[in-house]
């Protein structure tokens, strides 16, 4: 049974992502008034280290994300799911308007299945598909988060780690061109998350452990995986910043200072973190913050039998040897 703590946590949690729901400007605010410059987006995988480096970042007093700022740096930071009922279509993820509701198997929310191969046309997103209505929308959102939660201290920027938006980077990149739209792609070793992602780690190979063997729910993380990082790089501009997680777990200080510079905020060392930081009331995932555990993602590449990283091979391989993974 949860304690009265937990449930206080998870109610906080819950209001600080929704609240905007019983704020009127929600709908009609316009917010023209608010500056908006180099909005960032983390693109990768879920369980590829997105939630801790974005909890780095909004440590910093400049910027802002959808459920707070730097005192609250550890809340709902996935923009497709906040802010979903308000957002266009084409901007959403799994959970509202999606663009793929009905599958006889694969069931939504959907975290390492909208982009396996015979979802991903539903899912995959281009600068054809943006509209001037849909920029309007978009940057109003962006607009709002920025003036309900920045510090005041100028200039403020959005990030956001949407994953679904790793398939849609050249969509982001023209709604928001005259913003300077910046992207930050996290990668992590195929063969140790791809395995970890299938053995249940991610909720909808839960789902499916009953009805398909786990080499067949392999194959359609790794078809994810690589389409995730194909849509990814096919999208690639000078905005776009690679960052090997492991290389991050390494050498936090080293990697999160060239994240800020691609961004254009000044590194903090208080960003990195420590044994003395407290995570704030109301969040999710407490434990994903400290210690940095550079054997946490690759720990799953020894439980992984020979046949299964083949397996992963087969289809990753071409795309993860460009990032420098391999067996």
């Not at 982001?172 to 299938?198: D, G, M, S, W």
């Not at 946490?296 to 040897?321: I, M, N």
Request: aromatic content about 10%.
């Amino acid at each position: 049974m949860r304690s009265v703590m937990e449930l206080a946590n998870r109610a906080w949690y819950l209001w600080m992502r929704n609240d905007w729901m019983l704020n009127p400007r929600s709908y009609f605010g316009s917010y023209r008034a608010t500056t908006l410059l180099r909005p960032t987006f983390f693109l990768g995988v879920q369980g590829g280290g997105l939630t801790l480096v974005s909890r780095m970042l909004r440590r910093h007093p400049q910027v802002v994300s959808v459920s707070g700022n730097c005192k609250y740096w550890a809340g709902a930071d996935e923009m497709h799911t906040v802010l979903g009922p308000l957002l266009p279509a084409v901007l959403t993820g799994t959970r509202y308007k999606d663009p793929c509701p009905e599958h006889p198997l694969f069931k939504a929310p959907r975290s390492w299945t909208y982009a396996c191969d015979e979802l991903l046309p539903s899912y995959r997103m281009t600068a054809d598909n943006a509209t001037e209505e849909i920029a309007a929308s978009f940057k109003r959102l962006i607009r709002m988060c920025l003036a309900r939660h920045a510090t005041g201290q100028e200039p403020a920027f959005f990030t956001d780690k949407s994953q679904v938006y790793t398939v849609r980077v050249s969509l982001i990149r023209e709604l928001l061109k005259e913003h300077q739209p910046r992207f930050v792609l996290i990668t992590t070793n195929p063969f140790a998350v791809c395995y970890k992602a299938a053995s249940g780690y991610a909720t909808d190979m839960r789902r499916l452990s009953d009805r398909l063997s786990l080499e067949i729910r392999l194959d359609i993380c790794s078809q994810h995986w690589d389409n995730s990082m194909r849509c990814a790089l096919d999208d690639r501009d000078d905005d776009m910043l690679i960052v090997r997680f492991e290389d991050l777990l390494l050498n936090p200080a080293q990697q999160l200072d060239r994240i800020c510079r691609h961004v254009g905020i000044l590194f903090d060392e208080r960003m990195i973190p420590s044994p003395h930081d407290h995570v704030p009331f109301g969040s999710r995932y407490r434990t994903r913050w400290y210690p940095l555990e550079p054997s946490r993602v690759s720990r799953y590449v020894g439980e992984a039998t020979v046949d299964q990283l083949r397996l992963v091979d087969r289809r990753c391989g071409t795309t993860a040897a460009d990032l420098g993974y391999g067996l």
